[in-house]
């Protein structure tokens, strides 16, 4: 998941690429996560904070890499969201150590 430069907000489509994901499923996850909703303009267009990105990224977690369905994922993030956001984000502290103990056996070699 690349992130491009830090920004107020990102669209869809750098969302999409953050993510790996494409921007269909966004969109889908937009009607069936009932605590998701990136805001919009005028014409549609949506436009997402860091927070809304980080949001997808927990949601995308527990979908994709925990294997939830939307309506366990919906429940979670309704009744339990502290205990598995702060189990996320102890996984995420670690793949992070992971890539730096990585990059410098690499470096080392």
Same mark, same amino acid.
């Given at each position: 998941m690349?992130e491009p430069?830090?920004r107020?907000y990102?669209k869809?489509g750098?969302?999409?690429?953050?993510?790996g994901v494409?921007s269909?499923?966004?969109?889908?996850?937009?009607k069936e996560?009932?605590?998701?909703?990136?805001?919009?303009?005028?014409s549609g267009?949506r436009f997402f904070?860091?927070?809304d990105?980080?949001?997808?990224?927990y949601?995308?977690?527990?979908a994709?890499?925990?294997g939830?369905? @939307? !309506?366990? &994922?919906?429940?979670? /993030?309704?009744?339990?969201? #502290?205990q598995v956001?702060?189990?996320y984000n102890?996984?995420?502290s @670690? !793949?992070k &150590?992971?890539e730096l /103990?990585v990059?410098?056996? #690499?470096?080392?070699a």
């Open positions: 690349k430069r830090e107020l990102y869809m750098d969302v999409a690429r953050i993510l494409n269909s499923l966004i969109r889908f996850w937009e996560i009932h605590s998701f909703r990136p805001k919009k303009n005028m267009t904070t860091k927070e990105i980080d949001r997808l990224k949601i995308y977690h527990l994709k890499t925990e939830h369905t @939307l !309506e366990a &994922v919906n429940r979670i /993030l309704k009744h339990k969201e #502290n956001q702060t189990k102890a996984i995420r @670690l !793949e &150590v992971k /103990l990059a410098l056996r #690499n470096e080392i």
